[in-house]
Each structure stands twice: as structure tokens, then as C-alpha cells.
């Protein structure tokens, strides 16, 4: 139990558009569902938090008009990178938790995107 | 402020035991988690102590806690080949709404 899906697991698109990546809870419903943000070598940085049918929470210094995330329903969270430039290009991971408790948080296998 | 910070890199023989070091900052942090990743994929919940414990053991891992000195350990016996990944210590404090931060991350390699 407690799988996390995400999709496209990597996707490259030109600077200027516009990507999209879902992330799902396959097996649980997920009260807050979270936005990571890795670059190569480095570690996990927290973009937002978002709970299903609100408006999300942006980390300081995270664009919330260039992430855009919606969290339609109990299972389904998205991230659109607006007007994506190549200093978008990174390893995203969302995680999404079925409590309060952190150590409930579970991660999903990540998207890489490259913007050329 | 909140930071956690971890050596980078540790080479260990298949066999041996391996002990990855981490520090944190807060001290009122709730939970200590240790995460692995493998290459290109998401992070893997290994193991978790609440603060108050200090030592916590899970197989072959044992977790341990000096809240004193704000560190923690992981370490792994009998170390395999399949455990070549990028371990993260994390924490989280229920004041922050249990939201975790992450160490830089510690590359193990384990050489036959």
C-alpha cells in the first residue's frame, strides 16, 4: 500500500511552454500532497504544500505564478511549470501524506524535466 | 532556523558496516527519518526515531540519537551492493506542521 505514481516520468519541452506533471496517490487518499524540487547533487528543496481544495502554500522564494499547483481531488495533484526557461530543468518530486504525521509522507519516483 | 547537514560521500566494502553522520540545528524537532534514493527515482522512508527515543533498530539498520548534541546516526550491517544509494536524514517539527527538511544527502558506494 501507500504508492505514489507521477507522470511523465521525464519530459522535455522548449523554453517558453508550458509542461504539466500529475502526481497520484494509487492505493490511499491524501490529505496534503508535496512539491519537491532537486537539482543533481543536491537535496530535496520544498516548493509548496497543498490540501485538497485550497489554495496551495508556496515556500518562500518559489514563484506561485510560474508553479502553479491543483489539487483537484483526494488523489490527484498537479505542477505546471508556466513559460519554462532551461533554469527550470530539474528533478521534480511530489509526496503525498494520508495524515498529519510526516513519517506517513510517501514519495513518488520523481519527473525530470529539461527545458531546451 | 532549520538545517540538517550530512558528509557527502562514504565508500565502504560489501560486508562491512556503514555509518552515515548527520547533524541537525532544531531543537524542536519531533521526528529524525533517514531516506534512501536510488538513481533517478524517488526517496524510500528507511526508518524513522521520535526524539525523545535514542536508538532505534529496524534489521539491519540501527538509527541513534544524541539530542544533546543534535546528531544522528544510521548505520547499516552488513553492508550490500543494492545499498549504493543517496541516504538523506530529515526532520520535522509539529510547530512547522511536520513538514520535513532534508540533509544535503550522503552517496554510499559499496565496492565488492
Known amino acids: 500500500g501507500a504508492v505514489v505514481s507521477q507522470h511523465p516520468s521525464w519530459v522535455i519541452c522548449k523554453s517558453g511552454t508550458s509542461v504539466k506533471i500529475e502526481c497520484r496517490s494509487l492505493?490511499?487518499?491524501?490529505?496534503?500532497m508535496f512539491w519537491y524540487r532537486q537539482f543533481p547533487k543536491q537535496s530535496l528543496m520544498l516548493m509548496a504544500t497543498s490540501n485538497e481544495g485550497s489554495k496551495a502554500t508556496y515556500e518562500q522564494g518559489v514563484e506561485k505564478d510560474k508553479f502553479l499547483i491543483n489539487h483537484a481531488s483526494l488523489t490527484l495533484s498537479t505542477l505546471t511549470v508556466t513559460s519554462a526557461h532551461p533554469e527550470d530543468s530539474s528533478f521534480y518530486i511530489c509526496?503525498?501524506?494520508?495524515?498529519?504525521?510526516?513519517?506517513?509522507?510517501?514519495f513518488g519516483p520523481g519527473t525530470r524535466l529539461t527545458v531546451t | 532556523g532549520e538545517d540538517v547537514e550530512q558528509s557527502l560521500f562514504l565508500s565502504v566494502r560489501e560486508g562491512d558496516s556503514s555509518v552515515i553522520n548527520c547533524t541537525y540545528t532544531d531543537s524542536s524537532s519531533t521526528y529524525l527519518y533517514w531516506y534512501k534514493q536510488e538513481p533517478g527515482a524517488g526517496l524510500q522512508l528507511l526508518t524513522y526515531i521520535f526524539s525523545n527515543m535514542d536508538m532505534k533498530q529496524d534489521q539491519r539498520l540501527t538509527v541513534l540519537l544524541n539530542k544533546k548534541d543534535k546528531h544522528l546516526s544510521l548505520r547499516i550491517a552488513d553492508t550490500q551492493t543494492g545499498d549504493s544509494a543517496i541516504y538523506f536524514c530529515?526532520?520535522?517539527?509539529?510547530?512547522?506542521?511536520?513538514?520535513?527538511?532534508f540533509g544535503g544527502g550522503t552517496r554510499v558506494l559499496v565496492k565488492p
Open positions: 492505493d490511499f487518499q491524501a490529505t496534503t
Open positions: 509526496s503525498a501524506s494520508r495524515s498529519a504525521l510526516a513519517y506517513e509522507q510517501y
Open positions: 530529515a526532520e520535522s517539527v509539529k510547530a512547522a506542521g511536520n513538514k520535513l527538511t
